[in-house]
Protein backbone atom coordinates (compact mmCIF):
# COMPACT_ATOMS: atom_id res chain seq x y z
CA UNK A 1 0.00 0.00 0.00
CA UNK A 2 1.16 3.89 -0.69
CA UNK A 3 2.38 5.68 2.10
CA UNK A 4 2.05 2.97 5.03
CA UNK A 5 4.62 5.03 7.40
CA UNK A 6 3.60 8.22 8.13
CA UNK A 7 5.12 11.26 6.04
CA UNK A 8 5.74 14.71 6.98
CA UNK A 9 2.00 15.96 4.91
CA UNK A 10 -0.83 14.77 7.69
CA UNK A 11 -3.67 17.61 6.07
CA UNK A 12 -5.96 15.79 3.85
CA UNK A 13 -9.47 16.70 3.26
CA UNK A 14 -10.94 13.52 4.17
CA UNK A 15 -9.68 10.74 6.96
CA UNK A 16 -11.46 7.27 7.00
CA UNK A 17 -10.61 5.41 9.51
CA UNK A 18 -11.16 1.70 9.61
CA UNK A 19 -10.03 -0.60 6.72
CA UNK A 20 -12.52 -3.28 6.48
CA UNK A 21 -14.38 -3.99 3.12
CA UNK A 22 -16.87 -0.67 3.81
CA UNK A 23 -13.82 1.64 4.84
CA UNK A 24 -11.33 0.48 1.96
CA UNK A 25 -14.25 0.65 -0.27
CA UNK A 26 -15.45 4.45 1.02
CA UNK A 27 -11.52 5.51 0.66
CA UNK A 28 -11.73 4.35 -2.86
CA UNK A 29 -14.73 5.62 -4.02
CA UNK A 30 -13.91 8.88 -2.71
CA UNK A 31 -10.42 9.41 -4.13
CA UNK A 32 -12.01 7.92 -7.97
CA UNK A 33 -15.26 10.16 -7.59
CA UNK A 34 -13.83 13.14 -6.54
CA UNK A 35 -10.32 13.63 -8.32
CA UNK A 36 -8.13 16.18 -6.38
CA UNK A 37 -9.31 15.47 -3.24
CA UNK A 38 -6.57 14.15 -0.47
CA UNK A 39 -7.42 10.91 1.19
CA UNK A 40 -6.28 9.35 3.57
CA UNK A 41 -7.31 5.40 5.35
CA UNK A 42 -6.38 5.08 8.93
CA UNK A 43 -5.81 1.28 10.15
CA UNK A 44 -3.60 -0.53 12.73
CA UNK A 45 -4.24 -3.84 10.80
CA UNK A 46 -2.00 -5.05 8.36
CA UNK A 47 -3.09 -5.31 4.66
CA UNK A 48 -4.84 -8.20 3.41
CA UNK A 49 -2.38 -8.99 0.75
CA UNK A 50 -0.71 -11.33 1.69
CA UNK A 51 -3.16 -13.25 3.53
CA UNK A 52 -2.99 -16.75 1.85
CA UNK A 53 -5.49 -18.30 -0.98
CA UNK A 54 -5.06 -21.47 -0.10
CA UNK A 55 -7.80 -21.96 2.19
CA UNK A 56 -11.08 -20.58 2.65
CA UNK A 57 -11.64 -17.20 4.86
CA UNK A 58 -14.60 -18.32 7.16
CA UNK A 59 -16.07 -14.62 6.99
CA UNK A 60 -17.84 -14.21 3.98
CA UNK A 61 -20.26 -11.73 2.24
CA UNK A 62 -23.43 -11.84 0.30
CA UNK A 63 -22.98 -9.25 -2.01
CA UNK A 64 -26.45 -8.04 -3.34
CA UNK A 65 -26.52 -6.77 -6.92
CA UNK A 66 -26.23 -3.21 -5.84
CA UNK A 67 -22.76 -4.11 -4.08
CA UNK A 68 -21.66 -5.93 -7.15
CA UNK A 69 -22.71 -2.86 -9.38
CA UNK A 70 -20.67 -0.19 -6.74
CA UNK A 71 -17.60 -2.39 -6.58
CA UNK A 72 -17.77 -2.90 -10.88
CA UNK A 73 -17.82 0.90 -10.81
CA UNK A 74 -14.38 1.41 -8.65
CA UNK A 75 -13.36 -1.82 -10.79
CA UNK A 76 -12.79 -3.87 -8.32
CA UNK A 77 -15.00 -6.37 -9.62
CA UNK A 78 -13.29 -8.01 -12.37
CA UNK A 79 -10.26 -9.39 -10.13
CA UNK A 80 -12.86 -10.54 -7.22
CA UNK A 81 -14.43 -12.68 -9.54
CA UNK A 82 -11.04 -13.58 -11.13
CA UNK A 83 -10.24 -15.10 -7.32
CA UNK A 84 -12.97 -16.75 -5.90
CA UNK A 85 -16.71 -15.11 -6.26
CA UNK A 86 -19.27 -17.80 -6.16
CA UNK A 87 -22.73 -16.65 -7.84
CA UNK A 88 -25.91 -18.25 -6.38
CA UNK A 89 -28.52 -18.51 -8.99
CA UNK A 90 -31.35 -19.51 -6.29
CA UNK A 91 -32.38 -19.15 -3.02
CA UNK A 92 -34.46 -22.06 -1.36
CA UNK A 93 -35.94 -20.83 2.48
CA UNK A 94 -38.06 -23.24 4.65
CA UNK A 95 -39.52 -23.20 8.03
CA UNK A 96 -37.79 -26.47 9.73
CA UNK A 97 -41.06 -26.45 11.63
CA UNK A 98 -43.83 -26.18 8.79
CA UNK A 99 -44.53 -26.97 5.62
CA UNK A 100 -43.62 -22.92 4.51
CA UNK A 101 -41.38 -22.45 1.98
CA UNK A 102 -40.08 -20.16 -0.87
CA UNK A 103 -37.59 -20.55 -3.85
CA UNK A 104 -36.26 -17.42 -5.46
CA UNK A 105 -34.59 -17.87 -8.98
CA UNK A 106 -32.56 -15.68 -10.91
CA UNK A 107 -33.92 -16.77 -14.26
CA UNK A 108 -37.13 -16.01 -13.19
CA UNK A 109 -35.72 -12.13 -12.43
CA UNK A 110 -33.91 -11.96 -15.61
CA UNK A 111 -30.80 -11.54 -14.33
CA UNK A 112 -27.31 -13.98 -14.28
CA UNK A 113 -27.02 -14.25 -10.20
CA UNK A 114 -29.50 -13.50 -7.35
CA UNK A 115 -25.94 -12.10 -5.37
CA UNK A 116 -22.31 -14.06 -4.57
CA UNK A 117 -20.63 -15.05 -2.14
CA UNK A 118 -17.18 -13.64 -1.52
CA UNK A 119 -14.87 -14.29 1.14
CA UNK A 120 -13.83 -10.91 3.11
CA UNK A 121 -10.06 -11.23 3.00
CA UNK A 122 -10.04 -11.85 -0.84
CA UNK A 123 -12.19 -8.44 -1.44
CA UNK A 124 -10.18 -6.61 0.99
CA UNK A 125 -7.19 -7.32 -1.01
CA UNK A 126 -8.66 -6.32 -4.08
CA UNK A 127 -9.61 -3.06 -2.99
CA UNK A 128 -6.20 -2.63 -1.41
CA UNK A 129 -4.48 -3.50 -4.59
CA UNK A 130 -7.13 -1.01 -6.51
CA UNK A 131 -5.78 1.70 -3.95
CA UNK A 132 -2.65 1.49 -4.86
CA UNK A 133 -3.13 3.20 -7.89
CA UNK A 134 -5.30 5.93 -6.58
CA UNK A 135 -2.80 7.72 -4.40
CA UNK A 136 -4.90 7.06 -1.17
CA UNK A 137 -2.57 7.63 1.77
CA UNK A 138 -2.36 4.70 4.49
CA UNK A 139 -1.37 5.40 7.53
CA UNK A 140 -0.83 2.50 10.18
CA UNK A 141 -1.44 3.49 13.33
CA UNK A 142 -4.16 3.39 16.00
CA UNK A 143 -6.23 6.40 16.93
CA UNK A 144 -6.77 7.53 20.19
CA UNK A 145 -8.65 10.96 20.23
CA UNK A 146 -10.41 13.35 17.61
CA UNK A 147 -9.04 16.76 17.18
CA UNK A 148 -11.31 19.28 17.39
CA UNK A 149 -11.55 23.24 15.95
CA UNK A 150 -14.43 24.71 18.22
CA UNK A 151 -17.60 22.68 17.91
CA UNK A 152 -16.70 20.75 14.80
CA UNK A 153 -14.06 17.41 14.73
CA UNK A 154 -11.22 18.43 12.64
CA UNK A 155 -9.01 15.56 12.62
CA UNK A 156 -7.69 12.50 14.93
CA UNK A 157 -4.76 12.28 17.03
CA UNK A 158 -2.66 8.80 17.00
CA UNK A 159 -0.85 6.51 20.14
CA UNK A 160 2.83 7.79 18.47
CA UNK A 161 1.49 11.43 19.57
CA UNK A 162 0.99 12.72 15.51
CA UNK A 163 -1.68 14.88 14.68
CA UNK A 164 -3.85 13.71 11.33
CA UNK A 165 -5.84 17.08 10.20
CA UNK A 166 -8.96 16.76 7.75
CA UNK A 167 -12.05 18.78 7.02
CA UNK A 168 -14.31 15.57 7.28
CA UNK A 169 -13.32 12.55 9.72
CA UNK A 170 -14.98 9.25 8.47
CA UNK A 171 -15.66 6.52 11.01
CA UNK A 172 -15.89 2.96 9.59
CA UNK A 173 -14.05 1.27 12.39
CA UNK A 174 -17.02 -1.29 12.91
CA UNK A 175 -19.74 -2.44 15.23
CA UNK A 176 -17.78 -1.80 18.39
CA UNK A 177 -16.75 1.84 16.88
CA UNK A 178 -13.96 3.65 19.21
CA UNK A 179 -14.40 7.02 17.34
CA UNK A 180 -18.48 6.54 17.66
CA UNK A 181 -17.89 6.65 21.83
CA UNK A 182 -15.08 9.47 21.13
CA UNK A 183 -17.42 11.65 19.22
CA UNK A 184 -20.07 11.24 21.80
CA UNK A 185 -22.90 9.73 19.67
CA UNK A 186 -24.83 7.87 21.38
CA UNK A 187 -25.82 4.23 20.33
CA UNK A 188 -29.00 1.98 21.01
CA UNK A 189 -27.85 -1.77 21.36
CA UNK A 190 -29.32 -4.98 22.82
CA UNK A 191 -28.09 -8.50 22.70
CA UNK A 192 -30.13 -10.98 20.81
CA UNK A 193 -29.43 -13.65 23.39
CA UNK A 194 -27.79 -15.59 20.34
CA UNK A 195 -24.07 -16.05 18.62
CA UNK A 196 -23.18 -17.21 15.01
CA UNK A 197 -21.41 -19.93 14.58
CA UNK A 198 -19.07 -19.27 11.36
CA UNK A 199 -17.30 -22.39 9.54
CA UNK A 200 -16.40 -24.16 5.84
CA UNK A 201 -17.88 -27.33 5.24
CA UNK A 202 -17.53 -29.97 2.12
CA UNK A 203 -20.84 -31.77 1.66
CA UNK A 204 -21.88 -34.91 -0.22
CA UNK A 205 -23.73 -33.24 -3.00
CA UNK A 206 -23.37 -30.35 -4.67
CA UNK A 207 -24.88 -27.16 -3.26
CA UNK A 208 -25.67 -26.72 -6.94
CA UNK A 209 -24.90 -22.82 -6.83
CA UNK A 210 -27.91 -22.62 -4.62
CA UNK A 211 -28.07 -20.63 -1.06
CA UNK A 212 -29.90 -22.27 1.45
CA UNK A 213 -32.00 -21.19 5.17
CA UNK A 214 -33.28 -23.21 7.35
CA UNK A 215 -35.72 -21.39 10.05
CA UNK A 216 -35.64 -23.15 13.30
CA UNK A 217 -36.96 -21.41 16.49
CA UNK A 218 -33.27 -21.96 17.96
CA UNK A 219 -32.45 -19.52 15.30
CA UNK A 220 -31.67 -19.81 10.98
CA UNK A 221 -28.88 -22.14 9.24
CA UNK A 222 -27.77 -20.80 6.61
CA UNK A 223 -25.44 -22.33 3.56
CA UNK A 224 -23.91 -20.13 1.51
CA UNK A 225 -22.46 -21.75 -1.65
CA UNK A 226 -18.43 -21.25 -2.11
CA UNK A 227 -16.50 -22.17 -5.37
CA UNK A 228 -15.33 -25.70 -6.64
CA UNK A 229 -11.72 -26.50 -4.85
CA UNK A 230 -9.22 -27.70 -7.50
CA UNK A 231 -10.09 -31.03 -9.16
CA UNK A 232 -13.56 -31.00 -8.19
CA UNK A 233 -16.43 -32.01 -10.73
CA UNK A 234 -19.02 -29.91 -8.75
CA UNK A 235 -18.93 -27.62 -6.06
CA UNK A 236 -19.15 -28.92 -2.73
CA UNK A 237 -17.88 -26.23 -0.49
CA UNK A 238 -20.65 -23.86 1.34
CA UNK A 239 -19.58 -21.66 4.22
CA UNK A 240 -22.47 -22.13 6.73
CA UNK A 241 -23.67 -19.41 9.44
CA UNK A 242 -25.59 -21.06 12.12
CA UNK A 243 -27.34 -18.38 14.20
CA UNK A 244 -28.08 -20.30 17.74
CA UNK A 245 -29.50 -19.14 21.18
CA UNK A 246 -26.75 -19.16 23.66
CA UNK A 247 -26.99 -22.71 25.35
CA UNK A 248 -27.26 -24.11 22.00
CA UNK A 249 -24.22 -22.34 20.37
CA UNK A 250 -22.13 -23.41 23.19
CA UNK A 251 -23.11 -27.39 23.27
CA UNK A 252 -22.28 -26.82 19.96
CA UNK A 253 -19.10 -25.04 19.60
CA UNK A 254 -18.08 -27.86 22.60
CA UNK A 255 -18.60 -30.70 19.96
CA UNK A 256 -16.15 -32.64 18.16
CA UNK A 257 -15.54 -31.54 14.26
CA UNK A 258 -17.43 -34.96 13.62
CA UNK A 259 -20.12 -34.68 16.13
CA UNK A 260 -20.60 -31.58 14.61
CA UNK A 261 -20.75 -32.19 11.23
CA UNK A 262 -23.22 -35.13 12.21
CA UNK A 263 -25.46 -32.85 14.10
CA UNK A 264 -25.21 -29.89 11.58
CA UNK A 265 -26.42 -32.74 8.58
CA UNK A 266 -29.44 -33.62 10.94
CA UNK A 267 -30.61 -30.19 11.46
CA UNK A 268 -30.18 -29.30 7.69
CA UNK A 269 -31.98 -32.09 6.96
CA UNK A 270 -29.31 -33.52 4.84
CA UNK A 271 -30.69 -30.99 2.18
CA UNK A 272 -26.51 -31.30 0.90
CA UNK A 273 -26.21 -35.12 2.04
CA UNK A 274 -23.88 -36.05 4.31
CA UNK A 275 -21.05 -33.34 5.98
CA UNK A 276 -17.81 -34.01 4.78
CA UNK A 277 -15.06 -31.80 6.35
CA UNK A 278 -15.57 -29.21 8.62
CA UNK A 279 -13.00 -25.86 9.47
CA UNK A 280 -12.00 -24.36 12.52
CA UNK A 281 -15.22 -23.09 13.69
CA UNK A 282 -15.89 -19.17 14.92
CA UNK A 283 -18.60 -18.19 17.75
CA UNK A 284 -19.88 -14.67 17.55
CA UNK A 285 -22.06 -13.29 20.04
CA UNK A 286 -24.92 -11.32 17.86
CA UNK A 287 -25.83 -7.76 19.11
CA UNK A 288 -28.27 -5.06 17.03
CA UNK A 289 -26.48 -1.53 17.45
CA UNK A 290 -28.22 1.61 15.72
CA UNK A 291 -26.52 4.82 16.13
CA UNK A 292 -29.15 7.26 17.06
CA UNK A 293 -27.09 10.12 15.15
CA UNK A 294 -24.78 9.19 12.50
CA UNK A 295 -22.87 12.63 12.22
CA UNK A 296 -21.96 15.82 13.67
CA UNK A 297 -19.92 18.45 13.18
CA UNK A 298 -16.81 17.12 10.51
CA UNK A 299 -17.63 13.77 11.35
CA UNK A 300 -19.79 10.68 10.17
CA UNK A 301 -20.30 6.92 10.90
CA UNK A 302 -20.33 4.41 8.09
CA UNK A 303 -21.18 0.75 7.97
CA UNK A 304 -21.08 -0.90 11.27
CA UNK A 305 -20.24 1.74 13.13
CA UNK A 306 -23.86 3.14 12.63
CA UNK A 307 -25.65 0.24 12.74
CA UNK A 308 -25.05 -4.10 12.70
CA UNK A 309 -27.93 -6.05 12.49
CA UNK A 310 -28.81 -9.99 12.72
CA UNK A 311 -27.12 -11.66 9.61
CA UNK A 312 -29.96 -14.13 9.40
CA UNK A 313 -30.49 -11.68 5.43
CA UNK A 314 -26.80 -11.22 5.09
CA UNK A 315 -27.50 -7.63 4.51
CA UNK A 316 -24.90 -5.88 6.96
CA UNK A 317 -21.63 -5.28 4.79
CA UNK A 318 -24.15 -4.34 1.76
CA UNK A 319 -26.00 -1.90 3.95
CA UNK A 320 -22.77 -0.51 4.19
CA UNK A 321 -21.68 0.07 0.61
CA UNK A 322 -25.16 1.70 0.44
CA UNK A 323 -23.70 4.34 3.04
CA UNK A 324 -20.93 4.45 1.23
CA UNK A 325 -22.58 5.15 -2.15
CA UNK A 326 -24.54 7.99 -0.31
CA UNK A 327 -22.08 9.97 1.47
CA UNK A 328 -19.87 9.89 -1.32
CA UNK A 329 -22.37 11.11 -3.42
CA UNK A 330 -23.23 13.92 -1.49
CA UNK A 331 -18.97 14.57 -1.31
CA UNK A 332 -19.25 14.59 -5.07
CA UNK A 333 -21.88 16.78 -5.73
CA UNK A 334 -20.72 19.34 -2.40
CA UNK A 335 -17.61 19.50 -4.50
CA UNK A 336 -19.33 20.09 -7.93
CA UNK A 337 -21.10 23.37 -6.69
CA UNK A 338 -18.32 24.66 -4.73
CA UNK A 339 -19.38 23.44 -1.67
CA UNK A 340 -17.30 23.50 1.46
CA UNK A 341 -16.06 20.06 2.99
CA UNK A 342 -17.14 21.05 6.27
CA UNK A 343 -20.74 22.67 5.61
CA UNK A 344 -22.65 20.99 7.63
CA UNK A 345 -25.78 19.97 4.82
CA UNK A 346 -23.21 17.42 3.31
CA UNK A 347 -23.54 14.84 6.31
CA UNK A 348 -27.15 16.11 7.04
CA UNK A 349 -28.03 14.92 3.46
CA UNK A 350 -25.96 11.58 3.70
CA UNK A 351 -27.64 11.02 7.36
CA UNK A 352 -31.50 11.63 5.93
CA UNK A 353 -30.95 9.26 2.99
CA UNK A 354 -29.47 6.00 4.80
CA UNK A 355 -30.82 6.62 8.85
CA UNK A 356 -34.51 5.70 7.50
CA UNK A 357 -33.56 2.38 5.43
CA UNK A 358 -31.32 0.91 7.74
CA UNK A 359 -34.11 1.52 10.15
CA UNK A 360 -36.49 -0.28 8.07
CA UNK A 361 -34.26 -3.06 7.47
CA UNK A 362 -33.17 -3.07 11.08
CA UNK A 363 -36.81 -3.46 11.94
CA UNK A 364 -37.33 -6.17 9.53
CA UNK A 365 -34.90 -8.15 10.71
CA UNK A 366 -35.99 -8.20 14.15
CA UNK A 367 -39.46 -8.82 12.79
CA UNK A 368 -38.21 -12.00 11.12
CA UNK A 369 -36.26 -12.85 14.03
CA UNK A 370 -38.99 -12.54 16.25
CA UNK A 371 -41.61 -14.34 14.37
CA UNK A 372 -39.48 -17.41 13.11
CA UNK A 373 -38.07 -17.73 16.77
CA UNK A 374 -41.52 -17.94 18.10
CA UNK A 375 -42.84 -21.58 19.49
CA UNK A 376 -46.55 -20.06 19.87
CA UNK A 377 -49.03 -22.55 17.59
CA UNK A 378 -51.08 -19.25 16.15
CA UNK A 379 -47.40 -17.39 14.82
CA UNK A 380 -46.35 -21.09 13.41
CA UNK A 381 -49.20 -21.18 11.37
CA UNK A 382 -49.02 -17.50 10.24
CA UNK A 383 -45.09 -17.80 9.30
CA UNK A 384 -45.97 -20.90 7.41
CA UNK A 385 -48.91 -19.55 5.55
CA UNK A 386 -47.04 -16.14 5.03
CA UNK A 387 -44.03 -17.88 3.52
CA UNK A 388 -46.25 -20.24 0.98
CA UNK A 389 -48.53 -17.34 0.27
CA UNK A 390 -45.13 -15.07 -1.00
CA UNK A 391 -44.28 -18.59 -3.40
CA UNK A 392 -46.98 -18.61 -4.56
CA UNK A 393 -47.71 -14.67 -5.64
CA UNK A 394 -45.05 -14.24 -8.40
CA UNK A 395 -45.26 -10.05 -8.39
CA UNK A 396 -45.21 -10.21 -4.41
CA UNK A 397 -41.84 -12.58 -4.47
CA UNK A 398 -40.17 -10.07 -7.61
CA UNK A 399 -40.47 -7.09 -4.76
CA UNK A 400 -38.83 -9.25 -1.74
CA UNK A 401 -36.38 -10.65 -4.34
CA UNK A 402 -35.34 -6.97 -5.91
CA UNK A 403 -35.34 -5.79 -2.07
CA UNK A 404 -32.75 -8.04 -0.96
CA UNK A 405 -30.66 -7.34 -4.09
CA UNK A 406 -30.77 -4.09 -3.48
CA UNK A 407 -32.09 -3.09 -6.70
CA UNK A 408 -35.07 -1.18 -5.21
CA UNK A 409 -32.39 1.92 -4.23
CA UNK A 410 -29.66 0.91 -6.61
Known amino acids: ?86 PYTAMHVWDGEGGGEIDFSAAELGVEALGHIVENRLLVASLERELETQGVTWISGQVTALEHEGDAVAGVLLADGTEVRAALTLAADGARSALRDMAGLAVREWSYGQSAIVTTVKTTQSHNFTARQRFMHTGPLAFLPLVSAPGECAPRYSSIVWSADEPLA ?134 NRALSAADSLPLLKNTLAREAMGLSLS
Not at 15 to 31: D, K
Not at 69 to 77: A, D, Q, S, V, Y
Not at 281 to 309: E, K, M, N
Open 1 to 86: MPNRRMGADTAFDLIVVGAGIVGTTLALRLSQGTPGLKVALISPKPSERGAPEETFDPRVVALTAASRELLTGLNIWPSVERVRAC
Open 250 to 383: QSLMALSDADFGKRLGRDFEYRLGEIEQVAKRYCLPLTQRHARRYTCPGFALVGDAAHSIHPLAGQGVNLGLLDVAALAGEIERARERGVALQHDSILARYERARRGHNLTMMAAMESFKRLFGARDLRLLWLR
